[in-house]
């Protein structure tokens, strides 16, 4: 009488059936046998043309002060601004006067120097010259310079924005720089936290900066 297999055991025979015929169809192989196809993927089967190209890495970006725009006012001479230096709870920055036109231009003393605030009012200014800490350019004085186009000279403005009253504190939008007597003012966008003192330092016009 035939025996009946059970459903488990006919599923294992199947199982095992399958395997022996993918073995023989050589689809199971060995990497070392002899006559079995390699499908592993190597490199120098590989199309270089299908790999992403990268270009070379950007630069790093240096942040820089940004300029002062200004034009060649009829004067023939420009005063832009430097980057404040806030070193030991003082202020400091410098300023640049440079001939821009096409003649020679004389200049003797100090420039002559007021402030605005963000709508534009004359704000309280006491200058003052040789402070002691003016250490970023030591006033040399009054001194007569022609500069040749292209040439320039520098003054260095010293303040402390400290505050010791209850009075408003109002801060500078706007440096107005006169460079020397008799010419029209130029006016720059500035931030001047000055605080409650009103006190600002100037040196005198000078071709180099003492320590």
Same mark, same amino acid.
């Given at each position: 009488m035939p025996r009946t297999i059970g459903r488990a055991a006919a599923g294992v025979v199947a199982a095992v059936t399958a395997a022996g015929a993918l073995t023989g169809c050589g689809m199971v192989s060995d990497a070392g046998a002899s006559g079995d196809r390699d499908y592993r993927v190597k490199a120098d089967r590989l199309d270089p043309s299908t790999f992403p190209r990268y270009? $070379?890495?950007?630069? @790093?970006?240096?942040? !820089? @002060?940004? +300029?002062? $725009?200004? !034009?060649?006012p009829r004067?023939?001479?420009?005063? !832009?601004?430097g980057v404040v230096d806030t070193a030991m #709870? *003082? *202020?400091?920055?410098?300023?640049?006067? *440079?001939?821009c036109g096409t003649r020679p231009y004389d200049v003797d #003393?100090? +420039?002559r120097i007021g402030a605005l605030d963000a709508n534009r009012e004359a704000l309280d200014l006491t200058i003052t010259h040789d402070h002691p800490y003016t250490g970023a350019g030591r006033d040399q004085g009054p001194n007569p310079l022609t500069l040749m186009p292209g040439q320039s000279v520098k003054s260095v403005l010293n303040w402390n924005n400290r505050v010791t009253s209850f009075d408003p504190v109002t801060e500078g939008a706007y440096l107005v720089v006169t460079p020397k007597e008799g010419e029209t003012p130029q006016t720059l966008p500035?931030?001047?936290?000055?605080g409650t003192s009103g006190e600002l330092d100037v040196t005198a016009w000078a071709r180099d900066l003492l320590g």
């Amino acid at each position: 009488m035939p025996r009946t297999i059970g459903r488990a055991a006919a599923g294992v025979v199947a199982a095992v059936t399958a395997a022996g015929a993918l073995t023989g169809c050589g689809m199971v192989s060995d990497a070392g046998a002899s006559g079995d196809r390699d499908y592993r993927v190597k490199a120098d089967r590989l199309d270089p043309s299908t790999f992403p190209r990268y270009g $070379p890495p950007s630069p @790093a970006v240096t942040p !820089t @002060a940004a +300029p002062t $725009p200004a !034009t060649c006012p009829r004067s023939g001479a420009v005063v !832009t601004t430097g980057v404040v230096d806030t070193a030991m #709870g *003082r *202020r400091a920055t410098v300023l640049e006067l *440079r001939n821009c036109g096409t003649r020679p231009y004389d200049v003797d #003393g100090y +420039p002559r120097i007021g402030a605005l605030d963000a709508n534009r009012e004359a704000l309280d200014l006491t200058i003052t010259h040789d402070h002691p800490y003016t250490g970023a350019g030591r006033d040399q004085g009054p001194n007569p310079l022609t500069l040749m186009p292209g040439q320039s000279v520098k003054s260095v403005l010293n303040w402390n924005n400290r505050v010791t009253s209850f009075d408003p504190v109002t801060e500078g939008a706007y440096l107005v720089v006169t460079p020397k007597e008799g010419e029209t003012p130029q006016t720059l966008p500035f931030r001047l936290d000055i605080g409650t003192s009103g006190e600002l330092d100037v040196t005198a016009w000078a071709r180099d900066l003492l320590g």
